[in-house]
């Protein structure tokens, strides 16, 4: 196990795994790790996420073998949820859309995740990653600081970056309102307070 | 497809931390929920009353 995560962030991505290979066994395309998960991984865990959240096409066989894995649906007093939770883990996984940021992600550029037992997980690439993050900081009059907060650290703490593909994605996800310039200018601003 | 295992994700991250200086833990801004859907606040609400009932602090802060 990871002496960096948390446990039950690490079991989770093992329950997620197995989900996910059973749906590649029907010779389907891996589910994608996406969002708060995926960033606490980039972070070395300080954004603790409450759920992992998924972008699959086979949405139905993933979550029939989620239920297989150990999740199950959650449900609440008088709310509704799309999400899974675990009984035991404090974690739920839940499948956000069907393909990665609305088509506009790189599944070339989606990494395989190897954890300690053999089992992987697909993960969205730190780029669009930081892009998708600087998409929820551009709105609109008042800017979402905490995501772009996110987005500098993701960008300081990336060991591989494709900087012309980041400038490239970051401009598509703000309509052109900003790019790989500003998020520099912000991160390393930042890095000399 | 590029792969990697955690163990190296966690010192490759670590390393880059330790060259831009941060150390322990807090320099990372939570989410402002702002654009969290109502499925994902029952999700997180539900994750953290049944945390409650085995006597378990949720570990992730939320507003929801």
């Known amino acids: 196990m990871s002496e960096f995560y948390r446990p039950e962030l690490v079991e989770a991505l093992k329950l997620v795994a197995e989900a996910s290979d059973a749906v590649a066994a029907d010779g389907h395309q891996r589910p994608v790790l996406v969002g708060g998960a995926a960033v606490e991984l980039a972070t070395l865990g300080e954004l603790i996420s409450g759920d992992l959240d998924i972008v699959t096409p086979w949405q139905a066989d993933f979550e029939a073998a989620l239920e297989k894995a150990g999740f199950v649906r959650s449900v609440g007093p008088g709310s509704f949820s799309r999400g899974f939770q675990h009984p035991n883990l404090s974690v739920g996984v839940e499948v956000v859309g069907s393909t990665l940021m609305d088509g506009r992600g790189s599944y070339d550029r989606v990494f395989l995740l190897r954890l300690d037992n053999g089992r992987a997980v697909s993960v969205i690439c730190i780029e669009d990653l930081i892009a998708d993050r600087m998409a929820q900081y551009n709105c609109p009059p008042s800017y979402d600081l905490q995501a772009l907060d996110q987005a500098e650290k993701l960008y300081q703490l990336a060991f591989e970056l494709d900087k012309t593909y980041l400038d490239k994605r970051i401009v598509e996800e703000t309509s052109g309102d900003f790019d790989l310039a500003f998020l520099e200018k912000k991160a390393y601003a930042r890095d000399n307070d | ?64």
């Open chain 2, 1 to 64: 497809m590029r792969e990697i295992t955690i163990e190296e994700l966690a010192v490759r991250v670590s390393q880059k931390k330790a060259e831009m200086g941060y150390s322990g833990g807090g320099f990372v801004q939570p989410n402002s929920g702002r654009r969290r859907t109502e499925s994902k606040r029952a999700l997180l609400r539900n994750i953290a009353a049944a945390a409650a009932e085995r006597g378990e602090e949720p570990p992730f802060k939320a507003n929801y």
